[in-house]
């Protein structure tokens, strides 16, 4: 798995299970947590076995991003648009939720295939909530004009507490991403996948990508940023996208990628700490094989026994031999 | 916030499957072959001095070498579908075998099927109770070196099973847990939490030898089952039909009598033609769990009863904790074998 997937897989699974088997009425109540401090939590009673309350609790947003009603702006439009009529916003959400939505499973379409696209787009509601700010930008960008009363820098959050700065102009969006990371040899990995990152960019294979860049300190678009907010400790990463870059299907996967960049970088931080383990343990066994082979010790008791049966001992040797 | 305030993860790794989800949850959320199909293809070729076109090799392949790896049934249906990926099963015999593949699989765990971040999470883990206390200490290398989680906890997954039982009216974690594994079955007193290490009395029957002899069984009946699907239908068999009996003559006599109540059919379709077939799951469905009640009709070696196992094992534990141990016991519910204890309960 090279890139992380949009829709979440427990998620999807329950609903496909709960789907399959809508005329037998249970009592689910699950409740989980995704990278990036996104809760959900599930629940279906048996007094109403086509009704499911999913709740999803969202990162705690960092001051400067925009939040409205408890949701970034543009969430209950993205979420109408997306669900349409088999999903209800509850207002007030439930205790200590950002969103609580309520699902007819008895209004999902009847053909297979548009309903399993429905049930991955449920299962995908952290792209479609937490993306949504995102996805306004660049849908006006492929329009190639800018959202009217928005000038200058734009917060969006990504992480507790920590947000990703959007410059929206009507011909590119700036995408930059302040990298921070708790652990020293994280840090130390981050900073050099991300300038492989970049390098790995300019091969000609890569030619369309979005362009890629990455600094020590913050680049110029942040100059009107908050202070707090600058305080990056793996570096600055800043992505221009163009309106090729979120022509039509491409949209979905963009404003994906763009809004998981961090869990995307810190996935990969791990995954290379992992290897570099495996490539420690092999070495290390093929070591120790070199020092088993070298111990002058262990050969020569091997040998010992076929010695002495074909070669008499002096009464010395034979002394110095039942010694050792 | 901190992982305090976050659901713990567990990972319960087994021989045969894994069982991952969040504390606070009735159920795990994914429960997993334990196996790893890895594509050993680009791997080797990294020891060549020509890394860069190692590295465009790879790039116009469409994979990472270290990240094309699957887990789980994946895992099966890509071993299935192409045969450039090996497949590695990390824990034999209740024990770590191979730490590569078991790291993968942690890997894969926590980023592709909880997707959660492990620096966010406390972890409860499990082992065997007959684990070296290296491998301990390497589970908890991995776990704090490659994913740095804030805290672990390696649980015996026999206490565990204990304290499932643990209620707020039975307030108890003393018992004697059989816990039948896949490939490992264990007999461990548990005394107030504490497992008495020195009486763990282990069985060479486990979860696979019943799914094997159901195997040899129909086998020798001659069921039409093609050879290479043989093994995945008599586990199947196992985990849908098999139940325990408390006597076993009459138990045929009831199979005589009603065919059609007690024999149930399998159907599948040929991996290799595509034709349909279908077989009966006879006697089998009793017989195979009575393996632990009467080994002489699986294996020559072994003999010994489950019960006269448990009669040893508490034997064997220190006196003052033997009037508790003969009270209660439990079945881990490990495996679904459906070992129905008060069979043992009669046997004594």
Known sequence: MILLQSHSRFLLQTLLNRVQNLEKAVELDYHWVEFDDVRYHILVSMKNPNALLLSVSLPIPPPEAVFMGGLPFG?????????????????????????????????????????????????????????????????????????????????????????????????????????????????????????????????????????????????????????????????????????????????????????????????????????????????????????????????????????????????????????? | MDATSRPAVVIDNGSGYTKMGFAGNVEPCFILPSVVAVNESFLNQSRAPSSKANWLAQHSAGVMADLDFFIGDEALAKSRSSNTYNLSYPIKHGQVDNWDAMERYWQQCIFNYLRCDPEDHYFLLTESP?????????????????????????????????????????????????????????????????????????IPIAGKDVTLFIQQLMRERGENVPQEDSFEVARKAKEMHCYTCSDIVKEFNKHDKEPAKYIKQWRGIKPKTGAPYSCDIGYERFLGPEVFFNPEIYSSDFSTPLPAVIDKCIQSAPIDTRRALYKVKYPSSREKIALIFDLVQNSF
Request: glycine fraction near 6%; include cysteine; hydrophobic fraction near 40%.
């Open chain 1, 75 to 324: 969430a209950i439009e993205a979420i109408k648009a997306a669900y349409g009529v088999a999903v209800q916003i509850l207002d007030p959400p439930r205790d200590g939720f950002n969103l609580t939505l309520k699902l007819n499973l008895g209004k999902l379409p009847p053909d297979e295939e548009h309903r399993y696209a429905l049930l991955v787009k449920i299962a995908s509601v952290r792209e479609v909530v937490l993306g949504a700010p995102l996805r306004v930008v660049l849908k006006h960008l492929s329009s190639r004009t800018v959202i009217p009363g928005i000038d200058g820098l734009l917060a969006i959050v990504h992480r507790s507490k920590e947000s990703f700065f959007l410059d929206p102009q009507p011909d590119k969006v700036t995408v930059v991403f302040p990298m921070r990371f708790k652990d020293s040899i994280d840090i130390a990995f981050a900073t050099s996948f991300l300038q492989e990152f970049v390098e790995a960019r300019r091969t000609a294979g890569l030619n369309n990508a979005p362009s890629c860049l990455w600094s020590p300190t913050p680049p110029l678009e942040l100059k009107e940023a908050p202070a707090e907010a600058l305080s990056a400790n793996a570096g600055f990463v800043s992505f221009v996208i163009f309106p090729r870059h979120v022509e039509g299907k491409k949209l979905d996967r963009t404003v994906w990628n763009l809004s998981t960049f961090h869990a995307y970088v810190s996935y990969h931080v791990k995954c290379s700490e992992g290897f570099m383990h495996t490539r420690m343990r092999r070495r290390v066994e093929s070591m120790i094989q070199a020092l088993d082979r070298a111990k002058p010790g262990v050969e020569g008791r091997k040998k010992s026994p076929n010695s002495r049966s074909f070669k008499r001992l002096s009464l010395k040797e034979a002394r110095a031999n039942s010694i050792s």
């Open chain 2, 130 to 202: 007959l684990t070296a206390p290296e491998s301990r200490e390497y589970t908890g290398e991995i776990m704090f070196e490659t994913f740095n989680v804030p805290g672990l906890y390696i649980a015996v997954n026999s206490v565990l099973a204990l304290a499932a039982g643990y209620t707020t009216s039975k307030c108890e974690m003393t018992g004697v847990v059989v816990d039948a594994g896949d490939g490992a079955t264990y007999v461990v007193p548990v005394a107030d939490g504490y497992v008495i290490g020195s009486s763990i009395k282990s």
